[in-house]
């Protein structure tokens, strides 16, 4: 069965930090998928990035990196001089791609970030 | 990406009534997903909507409470039916497509 651990409930930093959000999953499948998205106070869900089992490059995009290392089944994501406007849950999710799972996805129970002025 | 229409946005119910949650999505998809966001929680999947066969529950979740329409490619129904305060919930539909998952904006249900 396919599980995410979001360990970091709540994280508070000031504007400017740098923060990182952890994810690690467990899967029994040899190729998968992974992804972060994002949660404002609105509650719409915003794809931030989607990852594949064979893909571990590190990921550049603007502020927002990711880590994934297939080693320590984990997808890191950090945000680099973090900015108001970031303050959101982040939640990391998983897909098999097997289709046993009838290809849904996982989440993980989310990490609310605040970022303070 | 596909982009879909999930209306209502929000609803406030008394317990006891039903209520029916639409997605209309731009193009044909295979698998249409319903999801639960109970408040401060994470997402929980409810069923998976496959055109022309019963919809897939997970545990937890039956048909009587939460039954779900999928008349075509582009289009399902989630009725929240019989409800009570511990529905109060975010709803969302998902799409699936190459393993790209896009979701609707949600409709925020309180149940009083």
């Known amino acids: 069965a396919q599980k995410v651990t979001q360990a970091q409930t709540e994280i508070s930093v000031v504007e400017k930090e740098d923060v990182t959000l952890d994810c690690v999953y467990e899967t029994r499948d040899t190729t998968y998928y992974l992804f972060w998205y994002k949660q404002p106070p609105s509650g719409e869900l915003v794809f931030l990035i989607r990852?594949?089992?064979?893909?571990?490059q590190n990921e550049i995009s603007g502020r927002y990196s990711w880590n994934f290392q297939k080693s320590t089944s984990s997808f890191n994501f950090t945000i680099t001089a973090s900015q108001v406007v970031d303050s959101a849950v982040y939640f990391c999710?998983?897909?098999?791609?097997?289709?046993?799972?009838?290809?849904?996805?996982?989440f993980g129970k989310g990490t609310l970030l605040t970022v303070n002025p | 990406s596909a982009v879909i229409s999930q209306k209502p946005s929000r609803d406030i119910c008394q317990r006891g009534t039903s209520l029916t949650i639409q997605c209309q999505v731009d193009?044909?998809?295979?698998?249409m997903f319903w999801y639960r966001q109970q408040p401060g929680q994470s997402l929980t999947l409810i069923a998976t909507a496959n055109q022309g066969s019963e919809a897939t529950y997970e545990s937890g979740f039956v048909i009587d409470k939460f039954p779900i329409s999928r008349p075509n490619l582009t289009f399902s129904t989630l009725t929240v039916s019989n409800m009570s305060p511990e529905d109060s919930s975010i709803y969302l539909c998902?799409?699936?497509?190459?393993?790209?998952?896009?979701f609707g904006s949600g409709t925020r249900l309180t149940v009083v």
């Open positions: 999710a998983l897909s098999e791609a097997s289709g046993g799972s009838n290809y849904k996805l996982t």
């Open positions: 193009s044909q998809v295979t698998m």
């Open positions: 998902s799409v699936e497509r190459n393993y790209g998952y896009t």
């Open positions: 990852r594949n089992s064979f893909d571990e």
